[in-house]
């Protein structure tokens, strides 16, 4: 398997756990493994994943915006909303925000000035397709803020790359290449969860 990234081979390893291929790229960092799960059955999970959103779950969309915020501006998609648009919820009084999701909510066709994604980019199994299709939303001079664990080391002690619904694993420096490939540019990294990429105009 290639990075999608940096297009170069990667090191393949067995999983300790699980009976799967871990991939790494030794250049950017990135990771990939797949369990195999499709269709109803990682819909099942994410429905078990997503149940009704408690405090907990509304506390985590409000931590994140404390920090995303100055990054949202003009029209708003929150792509990957889950069953409920708790996204939604908390910014329509203020953003004219729509919300998307594979399983839950279909796509309008058509392009936003902010596109936020929470928790949706690790789920990716085709990444070069899904992450195409992901940055063709924003407009030109808008913004996508991205969710998502970046890689912690040791990897295979990680929880989060223990989900059977997470696939690829990002760094800053997987971030910054796939940003200026598409003719983005990161202008905001908390280096830990978060990274937000503007689009040349
Ligand atoms: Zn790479």
Redesign the pocket.
């Known amino acids: 398997m290639k990075?999608f990234?940096?297009h170069?081979p990667m090191n393949e390893q067995s999983h300790p756990t699980f009976e799967i291929l871990s991939y790494a790229?030794a250049?950017?960092?990135?990771r990939y493994q797949d369990h195999g799960l499709r269709g109803a059955a990682e819909q099942a999970r994410y429905e078990l994943h997503h149940n009704e959103p408690t405090e907990a779950y509304v506390a985590m969309f409000e931590s994140i915006l404390t920090t995303i915020e100055p990054y949202i501006q003009g029209s708003v998609l929150d792509f990957g909303s889950g069953e409920f648009n708790v996204l939604e919820q908390l910014l329509n009084q203020r953003f004219d925000i729509t919300s998307y999701d594979l399983f839950f909510h279909p796509l309008p066709l058509a392009t936003y000035d902010t596109v936020i994604a929470i928790e949706v980019v690790e789920h990716f199994i085709d990444p070069a397709k899904e992450w195409a299709r992901l940055l063709a939303l924003v407009r030109p001079g808008g913004h996508l803020i991205v969710q998502t664990r970046f890689v912690e080391a040791p990897f295979f002690d990680w929880w989060y790359q223990r989900d059977p619904t997470h696939r690829t694993f990002y760094t800053v420096t997987?971030f910054t290449?796939l940003a200026s490939q598409a003719g983005f540019e990161v202008i905001f990294s908390n280096n830990r969860s978060i990274i937000v990429m503007k689009r040349g105009r």
Do not use: K, P, Q
Not at 27 to 30: A, I, K, R, V
């Open positions: 990075c990234v940096c170069t790229c250049t950017c960092g990135l997987a290449a």
